[in-house]
């Protein structure tokens, strides 16, 4: 199966395929090169290509692994910077953030589960008990 930008990737998969990428000597690209943006209709995601490779994305290791509980992703987080998870998309998601890009979105009455959905967690709020995440859409 041919994977791109346009079709959707298993967590596990990706990270298989970043890792076989760095054994051929090519590096994700970082913000640097292709800054994130909230705006899905913003160009071509995937025609980032960069030269100036951050040294630390060659010396970083792009793996799968179990993080049991939420303590274990926000120790990661703390460490490392951030942890790939996955989360079910609903069916108002897209429309209700287009509308609150910075919005929390929480459990809607009668929202339907569509799929699942991989996000970048980066960040985290204890009080609020939220994740922040980048996210692609």
């Given at each position: 199966v041919t994977r791109s930008c346009s079709s959707p990737w298993a967590i596990k998969s990706a990270l298989d395929a970043v890792d076989q990428l760095q054994k051929e000597g090519k590096f994700l690209s970082t913000e640097h090169c292709m800054p994130y943006s909230t705006d899905i209709y913003s160009g071509d995601r995937c025609a980032a290509r960069c030269d100036d490779t951050d040294p630390r994305v060659k010396e970083g290791i792009f793996r799968f692994m179990s993080?049991?509980?939420?303590?274990?992703?926000?120790?990661?987080?703390?460490?490392?910077?951030?942890?790939?998870t996955a989360m079910n998309e609903m069916d108002d998601m897209r429309k209700w953030f287009a509308k609150n890009p910075k919005g929390v979105y929480t459990d809607h009455k009668g929202a339907q589960r569509i799929s699942g959905h991989a996000v970048l967690l980066v960040g985290y709020d204890l009080p609020?008990?939220?994740w922040i995440a980048k996210n692609s859409w």
């Open positions: 993080l049991g509980s939420a303590p274990d992703m926000m120790a990661h987080i703390r460490q490392h910077g951030a942890v790939i609020g008990r939220y």
